[in-house]
């Protein structure tokens, strides 16, 4: 074990540019923020700011240099990144602290892969400062103790683990090919939702719904109805079950006879969830055999009628959702229920519809495939991390 504070010749961290009187440019020196670093330790150039020279200057401190090591300090502890030469010169503000190390110490791959790891990040959590925003010191950065094996061990770790990221990467690749297939083959069987170069019939949210509500007030449902679960109790569908996709989350139930006081709110399988306040527009279809329950205020409802298959109206939704007309200053809502009904589609035929649910099905058995074998080896990276690192 060795401590990150003895090994380093330098670590700091930078400022904000206003604090000194400038302010971001269109163009100039990159500026990292940690939304510039991705989860996997990638630059995401198009998310960096920029600041002119003179700023720069004034913000010597912070200057990164080739194979500085990254190590976000607010907000999402722990993000890493190591420095390349093709991003710079670039600085960084307050929320990255800046590790710099002489080469030959230490593999930099091998720490990027150490301060990823839990005990690291454990190590990290336990001195967190702060009340508004955890965070942690440029002291708490160097006290980090960093298990330091032999060069050749090193070097091996880094091997092993680079192999399983680059299969990682492809199998997230490959993921991300087959949703890309999915929305060409809608557009070749539907036209683009923008153009309709097809000859379909035009119809509106609503015509393909039997019912769309928005979830009761507040007021209506709040956290002193709810209940322990039981036979008779009735589920409560929140914002995180459309985004999570997941209807076995969750932990809010109401009686029976709340459940029939806001029966216009019962959702069962089938019924379709839209998020609709702060993230917005995350659908997710309740499947069978899920609890019968009620919406809460942060949920749309979709129930549709046979004109139109779940796919079909899903597929639609996501490729419109961006357009949501929305209100509030702060956290995001949609503006009205009415707004959505309006909302158009292009209504093919059924057999043009059918054509377009059995690709997806077949395309989503090869998504189930390669998601297991995600899965699989992403279990294999926790276990190697937690072998090499603890």
Request: glycine share 6%; hydrophobic share 35%; charged share 20%.
């Amino acid at each position: 074990m060795a401590r990150l504070g003895d090994i380093s010749t330098l670590i700091t961290k930078g400022t904000t540019p206003t604090s000194l009187g400038f302010g971001f440019t269109e163009s100039g020196i990159n500026f990292v923020k940690i939304e510039s670093i991705s989860d996997n330790g990638d630059f995401l150039k198009d998310k960096f700011a920029h600041i002119n020279y003179e700023c720069n200057e004034k913000l010597k401190r912070s200057q990164l240099q080739e194979n500085d090591i990254l190590f976000s300090i607010a907000g999402a502890i722990g993000r890493t990144a190591i420095v390349t030469n093709d991003i710079l010169p670039a600085n960084t503000n307050q929320a990255l602290a800046i590790i710099r190390i002489p080469q030959g110490v230490i593999n930099y791959k091998y720490l990027l892969y150490a301060l990823n790891s839990d005990g690291i990040i454990n190590q990290a959590n336990k001195q967190k400062q702060g009340v508004a925003q955890l965070n942690l010191s440029l002291q708490n950065i160097a006290d980090l103790d960093i298990p330091i094996p032999s060069e050749q061990v090193q070097n091996k770790i880094v091997e092993t683990i680079g192999q399983l990221d680059n299969i990682i990467h492809k199998r997230k690749q490959q993921l991300s090919k087959l949703d890309e297939l999915v929305k060409s083959r809608f557009i070749e069987l539907f036209g683009d939702p923008e153009t309709n170069p097809y000859e379909w019939e035009k119809v509106t949210v609503e015509e393909v719904c039997s019912s769309i509500v928005r979830g009761p007030f507040g007021s209506a449902l709040k956290k002193e109805f709810f209940v322990e679960p039981s036979e008779t109790t009735y589920k409560v569908y929140e914002q995180k079950h459309a985004i999570q996709k997941s209807a076995a989350i969750g932990t809010y139930y109401v009686t029976a006879k709340k459940f029939a006081e806001l029966r216009r709110f019962e959702c069962v399988a089938g019924d379709i969830l839209m998020s609709c306040s702060g993230t917005m527009g995350e659908l997710y279809q309740l499947p069978e055999g899920c609890e019968k329950g009620l919406i809460n205020q942060a949920l749309c409802k979709f129930t549709l009628n046979e004109r139109i298959l779940p796919i079909v109206f899903l597929t639609y939704m996501k490729q419109t959702i961006g357009n949501l007309e929305t209100k509030g200053s702060g956290i995001q809502n949609i503006a009205a229920v009415s707004y959505v009904k309006t909302m158009p589609i292009n209504l093919a035929p059924m057999e043009v519809q059918e054509q377009f649910a059995t690709f997806v099905e077949q395309t989503d058995k090869s998504k189930l495939a390669i998601q297991q074998s995600l899965e699989q080896l992403e279990t294999l990276k926790k276990s190697l991390m937690q072998q090499y690192f603890g």
